[in-house]
């Protein structure tokens, strides 16, 4: 059997930047054992599998190398993007139905533009585990989904060096770690980790902004914000807080396309 595989990188004007995806074409779902082997194979942070149901609605999942994800950005966007630029040229507006519910992309230009839940984020105790695995503390924490440590500036963030070693037997399935501070070229700055994860540090995460965003919307007073996020790769992202959605917006660039057999 033989499935067509699309790698892109998201969030990004610039090959290999941003944060590579896997995309697989199905006609109907595969077993999720092998769903979750094709993405071991893939090696990388996510593999989005699709399923056409009409003429611009698709059921769409998430599997990282270990786990089936509630949610993914970076693969949603780079989903869409696929679908714009090879499947349905013509069409400016893309629907999803996933484990978050019903998601929507727009083509405006050359951005994507994903309607995402949003997840505010609560003041929360900081586990001893996390905070001995931090070389610099943060001065608050949050948790929604994941855990969100507010630092005093972009440069601690940049500074930060987390002990991935510590972390092995922390179990946040599917949450992760975000570190964020005000920034100096964007409202505010990020980084993401995910302990036991193929990709620790992941490069750039769509998800992780549904908390980010309402949370800097409140402190800046502001509804449109620029965000960085401070991996290796680096990624660009811009964010609107719509009530309880938040709008996700970036670019995509192509890198491969291929196909698979199982």
Known sequence: MKIPIY????????????????????????????????????????????????????????????????????ATLASAFVIFHYLKPNYDIVHFRTKSGKLTVNRSGEYLIMDLPSRPAEPAELPK?????????????????????????????????????ILKSINLNP????????????????????????V????????????????????LGKGKLKALQLSKRGGKLQCELMGDRVAVSGQVVPYLIGHIEV
């Open 129 to 165: 585990i996390i905070s001995s695995a931090l070389n610099i503390q943060p001065i608050k924490t949050f948790k929604a989904r994941d855990y969100l440590l507010l630092y005093d500036d972009e440069q601690s963030i940049r500074n930060l060096k987390v002990d991935e070693t």
């Open 175 to 198: 949450g992760g770690i975000i570190v964020t501070a005000q920034g100096q070229n964007a409202d505010f700055v990020s980084r993401f980790f995910t302990p036991g994860a193929a």
């Open 200 to 219: 620790f540090e992941d490069p750039v995460t769509g998800s992780a902004h549904c908390s980010l965003a309402p949370f800097w919307a409140e402190r």
């Open 7 to 74: 790698q892109v990188d998201a969030f990004t004007s610039e090959r290999f930047g941003g944060n590579p995806a896997a995309i697989c074409l199905l006609d109907d779902w595969l077993d999720d054992s092998v769903m979750l082997n094709i993405a071991k194979e893939n090696n990388l942070a996510e593999t989005a599998f699709l399923v056409p149901f009409s003429e611009n609605q698709f059921y769409l999942r998430w599997f990282t190398p270990e786990i089936e994800m509630d949610l993914c950005g970076h």
